[in-house]
DNA sequence: AAAATACTTAAGTATTCGCTTGACAATCAA
DNA sequence: TTGATTGTCAAGCGAATACTTAAGTATTTT
């Protein structure tokens, strides 16, 4: 029995974060490898406080983990939010190319209604 | 030379559109198969005005497409607005993953920086 | 110990967003 | 023609959002 609550609650989540394009910035900066909060911040033109609270918000949904050692915090993608993201597309499409199919066979037989 | 200035505008809409659980059910809906503003609306618990303007969100992004014939417009979905989105995620996720093949092979040689 | 670094937290602000209401246009049905 | 559908447009409202500033904490350096 496939998405569960606590899953559209995930994935609503990580299409909220990814709504925003600074958040976005962040992730694409941290698939390059982990890097520190305010290394994250140097190419951002925000404060080191709105680059923590755009963190929260990444962390909350799963698409961002992070370990502080010291006084530095270290900041690394899970790509397992990610491709939850990428699984609801995918979902979407094939139940509309399914369609498509169905459609053919529609055209071909040309008779039985659902 | 792949990402253009307009393809990160695209994708600026793109997740923009899906950011919002309202338009992502609608989204869902499409999936199924194209129908009309009204029908669209009914499942949902807003306004018929509402609902038009979450369409004009996900027009213009690209994952939507709508055509008037009569006084009922026919949305449906477009496959490769999705896609689109698909595929950033799918290169972050690569990216990252590519590193940690990088990482094996530093840990395995041990030597040869770069 | 003193200063610098690397965050953290709270409060405030300006803008954006999702939504409603209400008035209107266009098409189809009786 | 009259009336009912089906959608469109504009204005406005309350809540959410992204940001800043400012004051604080914990850790490392000197």
Same mark, same amino acid.
């Given at each position: 029995?496939?998405?569960?609550?606590?899953?559209?609650?995930?994935?609503? #989540?990580?299409?909220?974060?990814?709504?925003?394009? $600074?958040? =976005?910035?962040?992730?694409?900066? +941290? *698939?390059?490898?982990?890097?520190?909060?305010?290394?994250?911040?140097?190419?951002l033109n925000i404060t080191l406080a709105a680059v923590v609270?755009?963190?929260?918000?990444?962390?909350?949904?799963?698409?961002? #983990?992070?370990?502080?050692?010291?006084?530095?915090? $270290?900041? =690394?993608?899970?790509?397992?939010? +990610? *491709?939850?993201?990428?699984?609801?597309?995918?979902?979407r499409r094939s139940v509309w190319e399914r369609r498509f199919d169905r459609l053919g066979d529609l055209?071909?037989?040309?008779?039985?209604?659902?």
């Amino acid at each position: 029995m496939p998405s569960h609550k606590a899953d559209i609650d995930h994935i609503d #989540q990580i299409f909220r974060a990814l709504g925003d394009p $600074t958040r =976005r910035a962040i992730v694409e900066k +941290l *698939s390059e490898g982990p890097i520190s909060v305010s290394q994250l911040a140097q190419p951002l033109n925000i404060t080191l406080a709105a680059v923590v609270q755009h963190l929260q918000v990444l962390e909350e949904s799963g698409l961002v #983990q992070t370990e502080k050692v010291g006084r530095v915090r $270290t900041c =690394r993608i899970d790509p397992a939010g +990610l *491709s939850l993201a990428e699984q609801w597309m995918a979902d979407r499409r094939s139940v509309w190319e399914r369609r498509f199919d169905r459609l053919g066979d529609l055209l071909v037989e040309s008779d039985e209604s659902e």
